[in-house]
Nanobody
Framework: QVQVVESGGGLVQPGGSLRLSCTAS????????MGWSRQAPGKEREEVAN???????KYLDSVKGRFTISRDNAKNTVYPQMNSLKPEDTAVYYC????????????WGRGTQVTVSS
């Protein structure tokens, strides 16, 4: 069994920063890509950032230049650093991991709330 757990959400003022983290644990042989998606009330879930095992990254256009994702392969952990936050970044942020276990499977965390408000 594999668990994906996020942490680091909270309330921040516009222009502020937050650093989230996400760790995958359990019966893991290796992890391919890890990433973050978000879902705001009344909107569809969208992928925010993604990082492969070799460090290649992709970002949603609206967060480019503000968000940076990094990864510690030894800890099976990713760290999205979110700067210059805007009210429209308010959402539940979900971590996901493409895991090689007994089978190759995709796992999701339960999400962490990020609220950007003055």
């Amino acid at each position: 069994q594999v668990q994906v757990v996020e942490s680091g959400g909270g309330l921040v003022q516009p222009g502020g920063s937050l650093r989230l983290s996400c760790t995958a644990s359990g019966s893991i042989f290796s992890i391919n890509a890890m990433g973050w998606s978000r879902q705001a009330p009344g909107k569809e879930r969208e992928e925010v950032a993604n990082i492969t095992s070799t460090g290649s990254t992709k970002y949603l256009d609206s967060v480019k230049g503000r968000f940076t994702i990094s990864r510690d392969n030894a800890k099976n952990t990713v760290y999205p650093q979110m700067n210059s936050l805007k009210p429209e970044d308010t959402a539940v942020y979900y971590c996901n991991a493409d895991v090689n276990s007994i089978y190759r499977q995709h796992f999701w965390g339960r999400g962490t709330q990020v609220t950007v408000s003055s």
